[in-house]
């Protein structure tokens, strides 16, 4: 099946630094990409959906400019986590969307740890 | 506005006991519903789909559900459950299909007891 990777699995920074994280479709191409946060024992949320080539739709309550999308290819996505603060710590977990004439599933990353001091 | 309702956020059986994962939906138009298995620290992977046709989907791992519009349920069944299964289970809603936003459930944790 389809597989998507993320980079890195797992980061540490501190208070006011930025994080990026990759999101990459290693064998299909992506127009669409999702992005979801999902605390501790708890539900996946979805922040945004990332349009390759166009800008991010975010949903409601997301601050856009604290976290940036960036689709600039069919298989690469990212994810800017601004001027992080230990409330920002959390599992980041993107998708890709394969769609096609006879699919149209969404393949989830293995996600990534943000933990920031 | 679409939603899900998990019912028990953790569920215990004994190795090769019935699995039973409840899962009713809330939906303004005909639904699409999935379920998905997270491993710890791991992402999410497709267990089932139901998209409109067969309404007893059949999914990975021995697996399956029924889609039930007079409940509103699409609830998560095993016939024996296996140690390997324990994992988080997330039953999630889109109004179009598996590729476009979905809205997950709080999830359940399943534990598989010897």
């Known amino acids: 099946g389809a597989v998507v990777s993320q980079h890195p699995s797992w980061v540490i920074c501190k208070s006011g630094t930025s994080v990026k994280i990759e999101c990459r479709s290693l064998?299909?191409?992506?127009?669409?990409m999702f992005w979801y946060r999902q605390f501790p024992k708890q539900s996946l949320m979805l922040m945004a959906t990332s349009n390759e080539g166009s800008k991010a739709t975010y949903e409601q309550g997301v601050e856009k400019d604290k976290f940036l999308i960036n689709h600039a290819s069919l298989t690469l996505s990212t994810l800017t986590v601004t001027s992080a603060h230990p409330e920002d710590s959390s599992f980041y977990i993107c998708?890709?969307?394969?769609?096609?004439?006879?699919?149209?599933?969404?393949?989830f990353g293995p996600g990534t740890r943000l933990t920031v001091l | 506005a679409q939603s899900v309702t998990q019912l028990g956020s953790h569920v215990s059986v004994s190795e090769g006991a019935l699995v039973l994962l409840r899962c009713n939906y809330s939906s303004s138009v005909p639904p699409y519903l999935f379920w998905y298995v997270q491993y710890p620290n791991q992402g999410l992977q497709l267990l089932l789909k139901?998209?409109?046709?067969?309404?007893l989907v059949k999914g990975i791992n021995g697996f399956e559900a029924e889609f039930k519009k007079s409940e509103t349920s699409f609830h998560l069944t095993k016939p024996s459950a296996h140690m390997s299964d324990a994992a988080e289970y997330f039953c999630?809603?889109?109004?179009?299909?598996?590729?476009?936003?979905?809205?997950f459930g709080t999830g359940t944790q399943l534990k598989v007891e010897l």
């Open positions: 998708s890709a969307r394969e769609a096609g004439v006879t699919t149209d599933t969404q393949y």
């Open positions: 064998d299909f191409q992506a127009t669409t």
């Open positions: 999630a809603v889109s109004n179009q299909g598996g590729g476009n936003k979905l809205t």
């Open positions: 139901y998209t409109s046709a067969a309404t």
